[in-house]
């Protein structure tokens, strides 16, 4: 019986600091990474009228493996896109050459790809509902 009350207890302390916020966790998980060094740079985005423009939140991690994963918490669910490019060298930006063309790997949510530029917002649109691991693999 002892025991019982101990572990009824333990249970209600759990549930008290439980996070009960709601918010669904998103893991990025960075495929195609060809040199692990320097750093990815992650931009989030929750519209179209700010995508690749003004990211609702943006990171940089190391670059340590051919496949990185990234947790990204805290967003409410709703509607996301996501780009991603890998800073090679250190410089801290994309790299790029003739017209504007990346020197670096590059990828968006849903691996869309643009024709002439990049893709458009609804073509990387994602919905966060739930708990989700989004893999993003870079060209």
């Known amino acids: 019986m002892k025991t019982w009350f101990i572990s009824l207890g333990c249970l209600l302390l759990a549930e008290a600091f439980a996070d009960t916020s709601g918010t669904p966790n998103l893991t990025i998980e960075v495929r195609g990474i060809e040199r692990p060094e320097g750093s990815l740079f992650v931009a989030v985005y929750a519209s179209e009228e700010t995508f690749l423009k003004k990211p609702l939140t943006g990171f940089r991690v190391e670059a340590k493996d051919s496949t990185v994963r990234i947790p990204c918490q805290g967003l409410p669910a709703g509607s996301y896109a996501i780009s991603v490019f890998h800073d090679a060298n250190g410089n801290g930006r994309l790299d790029t050459g003739t017209y504007g063309i990346p020197l670096e790997k590059y990828g968006f949510s849903n691996d869309a790809e643009g024709v002439m530029g990049p893709p458009a917002y609804k073509d990387c649109r994602f ?7 989004l893999v993003l693999t870079l060209k």
Request: net charge negative; aromatic share 0%.
């Open 127 to 133: 919905e966060l509902k739930a708990d989700t691991t």
